[in-house]
């Protein structure tokens, strides 16, 4: 067990930081479109439901 705790566990939190590290700095060498954050909705789709789409309830109490 002194051998997990003195040398395999410090291992792998020293892995684990750098894979964390080359991941992160990958996104400099990435084309400036492909490092901006991912688009949260959809371009062009209206995120707005449309009466035909809700339950006859809320379409009574919408219109």
Same mark, same amino acid.
């Given at each position: ?7 395999? !566990? $410090?291992?792998?939190? =020293?892995? *684990? ?5 080359? %991941? ?7 084309? /400036?479109?492909?490092?901006?954050? !991912? $688009?949260?909705?959809? =371009?062009? *789709? ?5 009466? %035909? ?7 009574? /109490?919408?219109?």
């Amino acid at each position: 067990m002194a051998i997990f705790r003195q040398y395999i !566990a $410090p291992l792998l939190v =020293v892995l *684990v930081f750098v894979f964390a590290l080359v %991941a992160v700095s990958a996104r400099i060498f990435l084309p /400036s479109d492909m490092a901006a954050p !991912a $688009p949260i909705e959809e =371009v062009g *789709v209206s995120s707005q439901p449309t009466p %035909a789409n809700l339950p006859p309830t809320v379409q009574n /109490s919408a219109s």
